[in-house]
Structure formats: structure tokens, C-alpha cells
């Protein structure tokens, strides 16, 4: 008796919305702050340019899982087949230096809402983020089976809840707003946008989940990523249309200075309380949702690398390499959350799931796919040459605002 391969209109929406879960996450909440300074309009361009490369890219590597049909399929192994040993460590560490910044960047952005959500002062930040860290470490802890339950209630809040700060925010949107423009800054809105389109890690239990049909995965990460898209160019033109470039602490320039979710500016700007609570509740489960997921895959490949590589198969070493580190860079450095994006993905995610998969398509294919490849190759490449700059202080780009002028 032939084997049903059909995949239920039923099965693809529910895996559309595991790709959409995957990516609305820390990156909604840093998005109105970063393209807000470069402008509403030339920022939504590249929004979709970048979101467009990032599609192409999850299109590369849902390829390579279908030819794997793995369990265990991993994207250093993929990198080691096409790139050698070189390729494998080069995309180890990155994979593990954009989880560890992610994680990094929840845990800090997770302990500033709390803290802002109950009035906490600054002095307690501390036991703010190591009640925070054990409580998701513990959910983690709990298994998959409590992970996926958890996420499940988490999501359920997270729609509820933008959709009520949208509603809320739409009347202070102000043309003003959305007309300025910084194009000298826009450079620096891409490592929020490729974050924000970050899912790719999720790739191979979309190809599982949709049976391995090509044409299926395809259509169904193009339909989760088109909903995450319309979310995100809605909630820009909310928060970068209701928040003024300066102005004090209801303002996007104000939470630049101060790393911080556009959620906590807009609660100033409108001195709501109802507004604050729902919008800090969002924010709350939006990062926290995201955060178990990331920890469980951070998990999940820290046992893998020291199992396969070192041999060692010890439950609570692998959880103390997976959680200690960036629960210490949280604790010492607490007021990085959109730095921390940025590092993340300027660096990690570009180099993993934007240049790499780009070569592998480059190797794979001829003709005017081939040249597409290359042409989404180098605008990655540049973005990252340019994060580089930044990042070593070679080139300082800061918003074109009168805050900054003199400076």
C-alpha cells in the first residue's frame, strides 16, 4: 500500500505560523527605533529587499534539508560538504555566537520591560535578570512537551496584544513622522531587519512537518514570511509614525540612547496606562517566546557539539556551556538589548544565513539564477564589510539629528 505523502491545507497554516512564531521575536520590538532614525519610507524599501534575500536564503537551505531527509540535519555539516572543514567551524561559531547574542539581547531586553513594567528601580536590575534567567531556564528545563504549550499560550497573547497597542497607536500617527528621512543611516536599519527575519533555524522542522515537498515548503515559508511582513511594516508605521525622532523619553532617539524597546518609548509618548500595561505584556511575550525557542535550538546544539566533537554527553555541563555565558555578559553589561541585535545580526546571522547559503547557490546553480545568487551575495557581504567598519570604530555613523550635532 503506496505511503500518503499529502500535506492538509490544515498542517501548512499551522507551519506557516511556526515560520511567523519563528520570526516575530526580539526583532518587532527594535525595528521603529533603528528605521525610524533612517526614515519610515526608504526603511520599508529595505525591509523588503532584505526580507526578500532572506526568503531566498531560507529557499537554499529548505533545498539541502529536503536532499538530507534528516532528523539531525545541521547546517555545520551542510557547510562542511560544500566549504570544507573551514566552512564547518566558520559556521559553528557563528551559529553559536548568534544564539548566545540572542539570548543575551532577551535576557537584557526581558529584565528592562519587567523592570519599567513594575516600576522597579535601576539599583535592582540584577535580581530583576537572574529571576528572569531561572524562570526560563526552568520552562526550558521542564522539556519539549512544556515548551511547545508554552509557546503556544505565548502566541496566542502575542497576537491578541499587538493587535490591541496597533489599534491604540494609530490615532498618534503623525504625517511628520513618517516623512523624515536619514539616508546616511540606513545602512544601519539591516542587522535589526535580517534579525527580524531570522527563522531559518527552524528550516529543518518546516521541511519535516511539510514532508519534504519542495513546492509546498516553498509556498508555505513564502506565506509565513509575508504575514511577519505585513506585521512588521504595520507596527513601523505605528511606531515610527506615533514617535517624534527627539523629544525627551517618548522619543525614538531616546530609546536609541538607551537601547530599549520601542514598546517603552510609545507607553511614555502616551501616557496611557492601559496602553503601558498591554504594551509591556506584549513586548514581555513576544521576547520571552521567542527566548525559549532560541534557548531550546541553543541547547540542542551545544549536545550536539559536545557529543560529536569532544564526546562529552553530560546533561548538566552542556546546559552550563549553553546558559552561563550569556547569562554573565547579561549581567554585566545590562543596558545592551539593541546593541546586542545589532552585533547579532550584523555579524552571525549574515554570515549564517545570508553570505553562506548565497555561495551554495552560486556552486549549484548557472544561468541568471546564478547571477541573482551572486547579486544577493554581495549585498549581504556588503552589509556585513559594513558592520565591520562600524563595529571597529573605522567608520561612525550616527543619526542625523540635532541631539547628535557637534558631537
Not at 532614525?37 to 539541502?64: C, D, H, Q
Not at 540535519?73 to 573551514?86: A, C, E, I, Q, W
Not at 515537498?213 to 515559508?221: E, G, L, S
Request: hydrophobic letters at 55%.
Amino acid at each position: 500500500m503506496e505511503k500518503d505523502n499529502s500535506v492538509s491545507f490544515f498542517d501548512r497554516m499551522m507551519v506557516s505560523l511556526l515560520v511567523v512564531g519563528g520570526i516575530i521575536g526580539a526583532g518587532i520590538l527594535a525595528l521603529p527605533v533603528n528605521t525610524g532614525l533612517a526614515g519610515f519610507i526608504p526603511s520599508s524599501i529595505n525591509l523588503l529587499l532584505f526580507g526578500a534575500g532572506m526568503f531566498f536564503t531560507a529557499i537554499v537551505l529548505s533545498r539541502e534539508a529536503v536532499i538530507e531527509k534528516t532528523d539531525n540535519f545541521n547546517y555545520p555539516s551542510m557547510y562542511r560538504k560544500y566549504l570544507g572543514v573551514t566552512g564547518k567551524w566558520v559556521a559553528t561559531g557563528a551559529n553559536l555566537f548568534l544564539l548566545y547574542g540572542l539570548l543575551v539581547a532577551y535576557i537584557t531586553g526581558g529584565s528592562t520591560i519587567i523592570s519599567n513594567l513594575f516600576n522597579i528601580p535601576a539599583e535592582y536590575y540584577r535580581p530583576v535578570t537572574i529571576g528572569f534567567f531561572f524562570i526560563l531556564v526552568g520552562i526550558i528545563a521542564l522539556g519539549l512537551g512544556v515548551v511547545v504549550k508554552v509557546n503556544a499560550v505565548f502566541t496566542v497573547l502575542m497576537f491578541t496584544t499587538f493587535i490591541a497597542i496597533v489599534v491604540m497607536g494609530l490615532p498618534h500617527v503623525k504625517a511628520q513622522n513618517l516623512t523624515y528621512k536619514d539616508l546616511q543611516f540606513l545602512p544601519c536599519t539591516v542587522p535589526i531587519i535580517v534579525t527580524a527575519f531570522n527563522f531559518h533555524n527552524v528550516i529543518p522542522t518546516v521541511c519535516k512537518s511539510l514532508k519534504w515537498d519542495n513546492r509546498i515548503i516553498t509556498k508555505t515559508i513564502l506565506t509565513g514570511m509575508v504575514i511577519g511582513y505585513a506585521m512588521y511594516a504595520l507596527w513601523m508605521f505605528v511606531g515610527v509614525g506615533a514617535l517624534p525622532v527627539e523629544g525627551g523619553e517618548g522619543s525614538l532617539i531616546y530609546a536609541f540612547d538607551n537601547n530599549l524597546p520601542a514598546t517603552i518609548p510609545l507607553s511614555k509618548m502616551m501616557n496611557n496606562e492601559l496602553f503601558l500595561v498591554i504594551a509591556m505584556v506584549f513586548s514581555l511575550v513576544a521576547l520571552t517566546a521567542s527566548c525559549i525557542a532560541n534557548s531550546t535550538g541553543l541547547l540542542a546544539f551545544v549536545e550536539d557539539l559536545m557529543a560529536n566533537t569532544f564526546g562529552v554527553r553530560n546533561k548538566l555541563l552542556c546546559v552550563a556551556v549553553a546558559f552561563i555565558p550569556p547569562f554573565v555578559v547579561a549581567l554585566i553589561f545590562h543596558g545592551i538589548f539593541l546593541r546586542a541585535l545589532n552585533i547579532v545580526g550584523g555579524f552571525g546571522i549574515i554570515l549564517l544565513f545570508g553570505i553562506l547559503p548565497s555561495v551554495i547557490a552560486i556552486s549549484k546553480t548557472k544561468g541568471w539564477r546564478r547571477e541573482v545568487a551572486f547579486l544577493i551575495m554581495l549585498v549581504f557581504l556588503g552589509a556585513f564589510v559594513f558592520e565591520i567598519f562600524q563595529e571597529t570604530g573605522l567608520l561612525r555613523i550616527k543619526p542625523e539629528v540635532e541631539y547628535y550635532k557637534g558631537n
